[in-house]
């Protein structure tokens, strides 16, 4: 689905389904450089369980028209004005990386329209390497190379994907590739600067949920403390095996644990 | 700025696509010789059905033992994903099927494998996808005879039977010029001598029978997408960028994206056409490919040392290697190929068809059969066996003369099959009349 917003095309998966206001809403938001194809799985299966699915690109990114974002309040009214573009009073937000900062900054900002929020490979403060950074930057595949490389636990180098004949990290890799010039040097840089997270957790009044990897090497669970003390009676889920691209590296766990606030 | 570095390729040959057995710890990938897989609950299976989960339904669609080697060769390519397939054969069917249908047509060399060959020239016109072959050593001739209904470029990385080069990056660019797709058949050069997706192509298709496997043990195919063609932005491939009635209206781009092609060739060519791979078949290739490296040198090693010897007899009339002076393509094969141009080759004897019979029939260490890439080293005469249909005239016009021979060299001690050699021409130079 094709929608308008701030008079950019902004792309929504949505399981070639309208919108049904008797429905519940789900949105999917994914992290820097990717986009809504990291959510094919389980969006597919949150629309067969009578949900409402709506899986964004973000501006610039896919099929969504317009100049990245900067920072993620500024997503985050983005997500807000999809939701109005869409006729949706609320929904819940599941975000992966960069997208968990904005369901995050979403639910304390705009708590009436979030009724739940799941952080994918999340951790607050988001802080970015230098590395990465001037990588990305500078337009550099080196920055692909090691978001993709440090995006999957050590034994996930090797794969072992349970989604028959497809290399998680060739894949993972065309995506970045995909994405335009500079787009994922904006997203980068808008986890990095974010450290307003921990405050604006303290906030969030709907139920939420950390889905953590536990090998992840980009957001390891042990930074995961201050966000989940912040969070009033957050729940925790850590996938055993997982690293950062959790979707892609344990898709049946985090759909059972998706069950626990969709 | 250099990023960390991936795995290599000796380390990928190994491991990629295998953990340790979940159920069991088994270190090596099991077979799973199970035609189908138990659903713990009826949301579970229909979550399956639906592509909502990773997992296993039944063994023509996936299976646990095939999923290992199909990501390790996605992985040795550099690919998004990967299809084992029951042959080369059924690869190359099932990306055809997948990007077109009836009127549409295709380019490729006219250097093909004649498997490759029959199914374009003879079998696919019957249903409508017509092909029109073009010289290998001419990209201006592939961007000639591209058509407005042309769908597919098609070549053998080391064309059937004269070593032709293809020139990946060169065809590449005639094809995405013309928003088309580029397939190699990579078979004799394996991932060891050449990564055709670097170069350009965007899909691969292997006979994993041959070097693959060394073994000689099994029929397999591997179909690799690798995920760089944009189909969308081509406008010419609606099986993908349009919704799928066969599957709910799906439409594989959207869901996809980099892997639109190999999960369209899954979830309807795999499904439809069932030219699935055995597991067994996938497990005896995996042990073929742990040692790709190791064999792929030798076989290049041996097969260095056996067409020096051959440049060095009388009755050889012409030794066919792009390594080697005179071949046509010897400066682009540096180019391309700079750990050695494969083990297949064929070479000239003087005498004619007499002498290429006796040369056959007086070899013991090299076994007279229609296969290559085995780890044992493997002769064959065209003219009495494989174009036996053709007169002299027809045989010169695919390049072969009624005294070629093409060998498959192996991994045996060199000194032992340049003996072999000498018996074979000691018989070929009697039944040519000569004294030698």
């Known amino acids: 689905m094709r929608i308008e917003v701030n008079s950019e095309r902004v792309y929504c998966y949505t399981n070639s389904r309208d919108i049904d206001r008797n429905k519940p809403s789900v949105m999917f938001i994914h992290g820097s450089g990717m986009d809504h194809t990291v959510w094919t799985l389980a969006s597919r299966h949150f ?5 409402n699915v709506v899986s964004v690109d973000l501006p610039g990114h896919g099929r969504s028209t317009g100049d990245p974002l900067v920072t993620v309040e500024e997503m985050a009214s983005w997500v807000i004005a999809v939701l109005d573009a869409l006729d949706i009073a609320d929904a819940a937000l599941v975000g992966h990386s960069l997208g968990s900062l904005i369901a995050l900054e979403c639910a304390a900002s705009y708590s009436e329209r979030v009724r739940a929020i799941a952080l994918v490979g999340t951790t607050s403060p988001m802080p970015v390497s230098d590395a990465i950074l001037n990588a990305a930057e500078a337009d550099d595949h080196a920055a692909f190379d090691m978001l993709t490389q440090w995006g999957f636990s050590k034994r996930h180098q090797f794969g072992g994907n349970r989604n028959s004949g497809i290399w998680m990290i060739g894949n993972t890799l065309r995506l970045y590739e995909r ?7 904006h997203d980068m840089r808008a986890c990095n600067e974010y450290t307003s997270g921990t405050d604006q957790a303290a906030k969030v009044t709907c139920p939420a949920l950390l889905i953590l990897g536990a090998e992840d090497r980009l957001t390891p669970v042990r930074s995961t403390r201050a966000l989940q003390e912040a969070i009033p009676s957050t729940m925790v889920e850590v996938l055993p095996g997982a690293g950062h691209t959790i979707m892609v590296e344990a898709p049946n766990a985090m759909l059972d644990a998706l069950h626990r606030v969709l | 700025m250099a990023g960390p570095d991936y795995p290599g390729l000796d380390t990928l040959a190994l491991h990629a696509g295998a953990q340790p057995d979940p159920a069991t710890g088994a270190r090596a990938t ?22 909502e989960r990773a997992g296993h339904v039944y063994s023509r669609l996936s299976n646990p033992t095939n999923a290992v080697l199909e990501e390790r060769i996605a992985a040795l390519e550099g690919g998004v994903g990967a299809i084992a397939t029951a042959s080369g054969q059924a690869a190359l069917h099932l990306a055809i099927i997948t990007l077109m249908g009836a009127g549409s047509h295709i380019v490729a060399s006219a250097a093909l ?5 029959n199914l374009l020239a003879y079998t696919l016109p019957r249903f409508g996808i017509e092909t029109t072959f073009v010289d290998p050593r001419d990209p201006q001739a592939f961007a000639n005879a591209i058509r407005d209904n042309t769908r597919l470029v098609f070549g053998e990385t080391l064309g059937n039977p004269s070593l032709d080069v293809l020139n990946i990056p060169a065809i590449a660019e005639v094809a995405h010029a013309a928003g088309l797709p580029l397939m190699v058949d990579s078979t004799t050069t394996t991932p060891y001598l050449i990564k ?4 350009g192509a965007d899909i691969i298709q292997h006979s994993a029978t041959k070097f693959l496997s060394g073994h000689g043990i099994v029929i397999g195919g591997l179909l690799v997408d690798s995920g760089q063609f944009d189909w969308e932005a081509s406008g010419k491939f609606p099986t993908l960028s349009e919704p799928y009635e066969g599957f709910h209206n799906l439409i594989f781009t959207e869901e996809f994206g980099p892997a639109a092609m190999i999960q369209r060739a899954r979830k309807e060519g795999l499904r439809d056409f069932g030219a699935c791979m055995a597991p067994t078949s ?3 290739i995996l042990q073929g490919i742990e040692t790709l490296s190791v064999r792929m040198n030798r076989h290049v090693e041996n097969t260095r040392t056996i067409t020096a010897f051959l440049l060095e007899q009388e009755q050889v009339t012409r030794v066919g290697y792009p390594e080697l002076d005179g071949h046509p393509d010897q400066t682009l094969a540096r180019a391309l190929l700079p750990n050695g141009c494969g083990a297949v080759f064929s070479f000239d004897l003087a005498g004619g068809r007499e002498a290429g019979i006796a040369f056959v029939d007086a070899l013991s260490v090299f076994s007279h059969l ?23 005239e027809a045989l010169a016009a695919g390049g072969i003369g009624e005294g070629t021979i093409r060998l498959s060299i192996g991994l045996e001690d060199p000194k032992d099959l340049i003996a072999d050699l000498k018996q074979g021409l000691r018989a070929a130079g009697k039944a040519a009349g000569g004294s030698r």
């Not at chain 2, 055709?196 to 170069?199: D, K, N, T």
Request: aromatic residues 14%.
């Open chain 1, 47 to 51: 629309a067969r369980h009578g949900n």
């Open chain 1, 179 to 185: 994405s335009a010039p500079g787009v994922l040097f």
């Open chain 2, 30 to 51: 099991p077979i799973y010789q199970s035609a189908s897989f138990c659903f713990p609950d009826s949301d579970y299976a229909a979550s399956l059905f639906n592509i």
């Open chain 2, 113 to 117: 494998y004649g498997g490759s060959h």
């Open chain 2, 196 to 199: 055709p997706f670097e170069l």
């Open chain 2, 282 to 284: 996938a497990f005896h």
């Open chain 2, 370 to 392: 229609a296969n290559i890439g085995d780890a044992k080293s493997l002769v064959i005469h065209p003219a009495s066996t494989t174009h036996h249909r053709m007169d002299a």
